[in-house]
């Protein structure tokens, strides 16, 4: 099993240790990653609203580099996942779109031919490798460690590509579950994180990240899982911002999924990626290790 591993730009930069855990199960699992080299930006939302056909350019000249390694594409980020899924989509069906794209690709000496398929970590972990295989792979579970989980928003939407939501939700709470964690339902878990609002809407976006950690905290959760990098740096770092603008402190530690599965795996963290946690995770870890 082998994938072409796509990193786009916010987890080399602000979010290594989701890398570094995927990696790490991913590897144990069997599973075989090649980076992707030369790549750029996915062209995420914010650039579909400004410029179609640069958006999609943008994307295709990624899918590409995976067509000519002949392998599909997996990711680890919902934005990365959303923006390169659906550009794929649209150009394997609409033949005057691809057209006009693989025009602009002739400039860099590529062309779209829609032969490899995108697919984000948690489709690959659940569908591909399977429940039973990464139950067999937990050694040390977790006892009586209470969670909620936060999937994102492109992990599940738009509806043109993901018509049942709820199954999105709910494979993300699976997978949580097959680690010994209690998934503990909670108000608002459709609701955005507020990240993709930051800096153009920043009151608004504030609001949200608050309205969910509130929710967590009703919940009476040790800790949040969430499987998008964006959004994990949203509730992390964001705890932390509200702390100094409203006073307020949560003091909620936010896991990344594949950290989660590592612990239970008894694949052990990096040191350095203790850093990336503003909240930190000792006690969790703590948990795991006595459990």
Known sequence: ?????????????????????????????????EYMQDTTCCGPFTVQSLDYLSWLSMAARNICIAEEMNLDILTLCNDCYESLLMANEILKEDEETRGRVNEVLSDVDK?????????????????????????????????????????????????????????????????????GARVVDYDYKEVCCGGPLKFMEDEISTELTRQKLVSFKRANV??????????????????????????????????????????AMNLKLMESDFRWHKIKIDEIVKANVEG
């Open 1 to 33: 099993m082998k994938y072409a591993f796509y990193l786009g730009c916010l987890i080399p930069a602000r979010a290594v240790h989701c890398e570094h855990s995927a990696k790490s199960v991913l590897t144990a699992l069997g599973v075989d990653l």
């Open 111 to 179: 062309e779209f031919k829609g032969g490899i398929d995108v697919k984000h970590l948690v489709e690959v972990i659940s569908e591909d490798i399977g429940l039973e295989k990464i139950r067999e792979a937990v050694t040390h579970p977790f006892r009586d460690l209470r969670v909620t989980t936060h999937a994102g928003c492109h992990l599940v939407r738009p509806r043109s590509l993901h018509t049942d939501i709820q199954s999105g939700f709910q494979v993300l709470d699976d997978l949580v579950e097959v680690t």
């Open 222 to 263: 040790q800790c949040v899982v969430t499987v998008c990098p964006f959004c994990f740096t949203r509730f992390d770092l964001g705890q932390v911002e509200i702390r100094r603008l409203f006073k307020e402190r949560y003091d909620l530690p936010v896991i990344y999924l594949m950290e989660l599965l590592s612990l």
